[in-house]
């Protein structure tokens, strides 16, 4: 039963509400249509005519709405229970709480866990346990280089040998159980990911995708099992990202049917070769073959860059080989358990079998054959299956951001600073500032997870089919998720630091150590720049297809589906549209990530074209360079924004859908306000429309605040993992005291 005052007090707001309604309902009794000017003489024009009776209709229509409203605002149901009204649609008004009121949605912690855990959280399990049953194989906060790079190869071998761990099988036959092992030994030591990845991915790799049947047969199960430590020699001291610029040579000498492997200048040294340094004994090297008496005049001919296998020390006695120099990378900004080396080769000889012939092959009168007609056609296809790299890289730096996201957000729940007048302080995510900081980015760390396991998801498929348009989907998509994923990761490890204030700055606390070893990430596998340039030439190629009724590939539908719309003058009513459902929709934030790719795409095509006549083909394309990369990085956004709101509609469990549906919306929204700029400019979105943009993002930052350690908890991140005191879930600053000393 209410209690008396209770009685009382719902009396008291039922006669105010009875006098406000009076007074409405009178006001709005009088209200009069405001009528159209009248004609000199008291008459009336037909239009004019016209025009009152559409005016007066539609006010009688507002004015019957604004009745209906007021009957549910000042009538509510008895002590405020919409049950016993029997109308479940009645709108209850809620106390004031100086504004939007603490958010009512829930989550079931369980739920999304199950939704977020993926297939293969059961070996990533096994991995963990295995760390946590041997402390003397984790990794101090303090280790000299030296150390570091001993403990790492011996933290390989014992999950290779030992845990029984096998990743190259997976490889080869799963990728998706390969790319969650990779995972799950980045959270141990993101060098210790590295090196696994060199040793399978790159090493493994490389023989196994560029190789035959003769090649697999002879190195699979020393890769397997670490017998075989391998290093993936491209870059050189003077080319990096251009490829086809690497001057190492690989000569044919017929008379002994070897190949002669050259360092032909200083320029020519391979540079920063992973496991060169110290544990690798074989590389592959990739050198410009080179036939002598095959071309014009009987002069020798470059048949353009290809691969060989070339081993670098003794098997028994691990020495470097004769005519092979190594030397040591040193010390570096990050990643030191991974020994980068660099090796110059004297005429170093290897047998013609050591040639990974896939794509090209010489007979032993030296006679050059291939399936693909040309040196572009052989050296794309290279690179195309070297892909899984860079598909790696995305997903683990996605690992590296929930790690920071985790930290810094368990952090700010528990760091309490300030607060009203003589009542208790309030934690720091309570501040609009520290939610604007850390709520768009664990939004974007779920988009980031959901982007990635459908990369990954077309890579398998890519790998089992070999179909022509998969391999060109997976390339452009690995390579824009890599540069977009890494980029944004980097800086938000900085951002967690700062969000975390001095304590962030202590070492055991892991910011340092996660920015330092995952920068390179934007580097390697590709630099981001050059990557998404890769993007932005796939979009136009895609672009010209259209227009020439080709097909476009998977990812780029949305061109073919409405691209008249897309660059079409936007509707200066939804311009106007300033309400939350509508915000919310969708259909408006994938369309206006779709209009803003399209019109960037558009406007590009024109100035190549234009830029091309004066300054041609490489003038242009630098002319524009900083347009192509904005092209791009918004078609990558457009993907993401995709795959999170499959996500959302794919999800099983309603309420795990609405809490993942509130995060899609924060990512969406808060990438448009980011850009307002672009969208204002093209008349996308109206001034009250971007200040009614603004106003949610903040709305819904305040609401993800209200769930965010459930959130990060869902990333089921372990302690070994963590490994952060102020990142605990639990006894943080007990932790954190007992690790200096008290």
């Excluded at 070996?123 to 346990?129: S, V, Y």
């Excluded at 790998?463 to 348009?469: A, I, P, R």
């Amino acid at each position: 039963m209410p209690s008396k005052s209770s009685h009382e007090h719902h009396a008291c707001v039922q006669s105010r509400n009875t006098t406000r309604q009076s007074s409405i309902q009178h006001r709005l009794a009088n209200k009069s249509p405001c009528l159209p000017a009248r004609m000199e003489g008291g008459g009336m024009t037909k239009e004019a005519q016209m025009t009152s009776l559409a005016s007066e209709h539609d006010t009688q229509r507002a004015l019957r709405r604004i009745q209906k409203l007021s009957l549910h605002l000042l009538q509510p149901s008895p002590f405020l229970d919409p049950e016993s009204s029997g109308d479940k649609n009645w709108i209850v008004p809620s106390p004031c709480t100086g504004g939007r009121g603490r958010p009512l949605l829930s989550v079931s912690r369980a739920e999304l866990v199950e939704y977020m855990k993926g297939r293969h959280r059961e070996i990533q399990e096994r991995i963990f346990n295995f760390f946590v049953s041997r402390p003397e194989l984790q990794t101090p906060v303090e280790i000299s280089t030296a150390d570091h790079r001993v403990l790492c190869m011996r933290q390989l071998t014992a999950l290779v040998r030992e845990a029984g761990i096998r990743p190259f099988r997976y490889a080869i036959e799963d990728p998706s159980v390969y790319f969650a092992i990779v995972e799950a030994v980045g959270g141990i030591d993101i060098s210790l990911g590295i090196k696994l990845g060199v040793q399978y991915s790159l090493w493994g790799g490389s023989v196994m995708n560029l190789g035959t049947k003769k090649h697999k047969e002879k190195y699979f199960k020393g890769i397997d099992n670490i017998d075989y430590p391998g290093c993936f020699a491209m870059t050189e001291l003077h080319h990096g990202s251009n490829v086809q610029g690497l001057q190492t040579t690989a000569t044919f000498d017929p008379l002994t049917d070897e190949f002669v492997i050259n360092t032909p200048n200083d320029g020519a040294i391979k540079w920063w070769i992973g496991n060169a340094a110290v544990h690798g004994k074989f590389a592959t090297v990739f050198a410009r073959l080179i036939l002598p008496f095959q071309g014009k005049g009987g002069k020798s001919i470059d048949m353009g860059v290809h691969a060989f296998i070339v081993p670098i020390r003794d098997m028994e006695t691990h020495d470097t080989l004769p005519m092979v120099e190594i030397h040591d990378c040193g010390h570096k900004v990050g990643l030191n358990g991974v020994d980068n080396g660099a090796l110059r080769f004297q005429s170093v000889r290897i047998p013609r079998d050591n040639l990974l012939n896939r794509f090209g092959d010489v007979s032993r009168d030296g006679t050059y054959t291939s399936s693909l007609p040309t040196i572009n056609k052989r050296f794309a296809a290279t690179l195309g299956e070297l892909v899984g790299g860079r598909v790696g890289l995305a997903y683990s730096s996605v690992g590296v951001l929930k790690v920071s996201v985790t930290i810094a957000v368990r952090y700010s729940l528990l760091r309490q600073q300030f607060g009203p007048p003589k009542q208790p302080e309030i934690s720091i995510l309570d501040y609009q500032s520290q939610q604007h900081k850390l709520m768009p980015m664990l939004a974007s760390t779920y988009a980031f997870h959901f982007a990635t396991l459908y990369l990954i998801d077309k890579y398998s498929e890519m790998k089992k089919s070999h179909d022509e348009d998969i391999v060109g989907d997976v390339h452009a998509l690995s390579a824009g998720l890599k540069a977009y994923v890494t980029s944004y990761t980097a800086k938000s490890i900085s951002v967690c630091r700062e969000s975390c204030g001095g304590h962030g700055y202590a070492a055991v606390n892991r910011f340092g150590v996660l920015r330092n070893d995952h920068d390179i990430f934007q580097t390697f596998e590709g630099d981001n720049t050059v990557l998404l340039q890769q993007v932005a030439g796939d979009l136009l190629k895609q672009y010209k297809s259209k227009f020439r009724g080709g097909t476009l590939t998977v990812t780029w539908n949305y061109l073919r589906e409405s691209m008249a719309s897309y660059t079409a003058q936007p509707n200066p009513v939804t311009a106007r549209w300033q309400g939350e459902e509508h915000l919310r929709d969708p259909n408006f934030q994938l369309d206006a990530f779709r209009y803003r790719t399209s019109r960037l795409l558009q406007s590009l095509g024109l100035r190549l074209r234009k830029h091309t006549k004066t300054l041609g083909g490489f003038g242009a394309w630098n002319r524009c360079l900083n347009h192509l990369l904005t092209l791009a990085e918004s078609h990558i956004e457009s993907v993401i924004l995709a795959k999170f709101i499959e996500a959302v509609q794919k999800c099983p469990d309603k309420n795990t859908g609405n809490v993942l549906k509130l995060l899609c919306d924060l990512y969406a929204l808060d990438r448009i306000w980011n850009d307002i700029g672009t969208y204002r400019n093209v008349d996308y979105v109206a001034p009250n429309k971007a200040k009614a943009i603004h106003k949610l993002v903040d709305y819904l930052s305040f609401q993800v605040r209200g769930i965010a350690g459930e959130l990060v908890d869902a990333f089921g991140l372990p302690e070994i993992v963590i490994r952060a005191p102020i990142g605990m879930s639990s006894e943080a600053y007990s932790q954190y005291t007992e690790y200096v000393g008290f």
